[in-house]
């Protein structure tokens, strides 16, 4: 999760500062049944525009369970670091 600021560490959270990266990613709204497609996507993009995946991949949830229940309003960042 990302995050503003400077926090202390607690038992069960830890914040880090990651390096910038870049990435190939894809944004999708709505429930995580479309997760395989919109990877599949984003694959095939890498692929054919001659990059490759550096990195595991990763997700920013930028509206999640955790803000709403109503699956049709999540959104959700898939990010494959490439050079």
Do not use: R
Not at 26 to 36: E, F, L, N
């Amino acid at each position: 999760m990302t995050v503003k600021g400077t926090y202390e560490d607690t038992e069960h959270v830890k914040f880090k500062t990651l390096p910038a990266v870049k990435v190939a990613s894809c944004v999708i709204k709505g429930s995580y049944a479309q997760m395989g497609e919109a990877t599949a996507a984003v694959a095939s993009w890498i692929n054919e525009n001659g990059y490759q995946v550096n990195g595991p991949m990763f997700n920013i949830y930028h509206v999640s369970p955790n803000e709403t229940q109503n699956s049709d309003e999540y959104v959700t960042e898939l990010c494959f670091p490439i050079e």
